[in-house]
């Protein structure tokens, strides 16, 4: 059972990135899922999360207009498409999942770096 994360890398200010996030192990479509994200020194933060279905997106104010979160449940996989990329969007970032759309998230991937240079 695990969730692996991938597609980081190290960019320029202004590019992008997609992240994926491909579920093993478990019964994707039945999960509700997030990423997050954590730079050095800093607690991890709530980035974004999606619906079992796919509905109902929601963003961190930081992110907003610039990612999105998306879903393929025949795929087993999670997507996270950034763009406009900043150097404060530099972090280590994670994917994970919960059963219950208002419990706490109790399945975490391992996670994929980010860097944007400036």
């Known amino acids: 059972v695990q969730l692996q994360a991938s597609g980081g890398g190290l960019v320029q200010a202004g590019q992008s990135l997609r992240l994926s996030c491909i579920a093993s192990?478990?019964?994707?479509?039945?999960?509700?899922m997030g990423w997050f994200r954590q730079a050095p020194g800093k607690e991890r933060e709530f980035v974004a999360a999606i619906a079992r279905g796919g509905n109902g997106p929601s963003y961190a104010d930081s992110v907003k207009g610039r990612f999105t979160i998306s879903r393929d449940n025949a795929k087993n996989t999670l997507y996270l498409q950034m763009n406009s990329l900043k150097p404060e969007d530099t972090a280590v970032y994670y994917c994970?999942?919960?059963?219950?759309?208002?419990?706490?998230?109790?399945?975490w991937g391992q996670g994929t770096q980010v860097t944007v240079s400036s």
């Open positions: 994970a999942g919960k059963t219950i759309l208002t419990g706490n998230y109790n399945m």
């Open positions: 192990g478990i019964p994707f479509r039945t999960y509700h």
